[in-house]
């Protein structure tokens, strides 16, 4: 069984971007368990001096979350055509020891048109030592409201391309290790 770890980049309750990996969880292939990372929203803001001993537990749940996982699979709003800062902070806390590099990740999107944070987050997390999985998978939910998103969601085609998507991903991380 592939443990694959969620991230959204959004906090926000009716977020589209966590609808959209609640959705990849819920329609993983066999042999894959998607869980969505739900903390980071009370992670501190990063600060080189609390590593180590020093460590906040929010932190160490996520970096022990990442470095279980076989893969991870992130999906993020742009704001201000940047990375939302929640997310960037994450990603921060991973930075300095072994849970990024060469974890496989795959970006995941909810808006056709967030093209400077995707730019953005590739170039983080290949800086990070990722080993990234560019599959695409864009399922357009932008402006939609929750009861148009979870229609869009249980599409059948979109189910499909859900499952296809997580698959190949599994397929990438088989290969990778
Ligand atoms: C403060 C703020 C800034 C934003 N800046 C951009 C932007 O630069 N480019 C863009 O395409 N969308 C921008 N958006 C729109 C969000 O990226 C979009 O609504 C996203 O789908 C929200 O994701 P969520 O539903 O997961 O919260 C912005 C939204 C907010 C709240």
């Known amino acids: 069984m592939l443990n ?25 292939p066999p042999g894959c368990r998607v869980t969505v990372h739900d903390g980071l929203g009370r992670l501190p803001i990063f600060n080189p001096d609390d590593e180590g001993e020093r460590t906040p537990s929010e932190a160490s749940r996520l970096i022990d979350a990442v ?19 929640g997310l960037k902070n994450a990603l921060d806390w991973l930075v300095s020891r072994d849970a990024a590099v060469a974890k496989p990740a795959m970006p995941v999107h909810a808006s056709p048109r967030s093209l ?6 590739a170039e983080i997390m290949r800086t ?7 599959d695409r998978l864009e399922i357009a939910l932008l402006g939609k409201k929750p009861p148009e998103v979870a229609a869009i969601l249980a599409d059948e ?10 698959q190949a991903f599994a397929d990438f991380i088989r290969r990778q290790t």
């Open 157 to 166: 085609a979109n189910v499909l391309a859900m499952r296809d998507a997580v």
């Open 128 to 134: 990070m030592s990722f080993a990234m999985y560019e």
């Open 4 to 28: 694959i770890l969620a991230i959204s980049g959004s906090l926000r309750a009716a977020s589209t971007n966590s609808a959209l990996l609640a959705a990849l969880a819920r329609n993983a």
């Open 67 to 85: 470095t279980g996982a076989d893969g991870l699979i992130v999906s993020c709003p742009e704001y201000a055509h940047g990375v939302p800062g």
């Open 116 to 121: 400077f944070a995707r730019a953005a987050l």
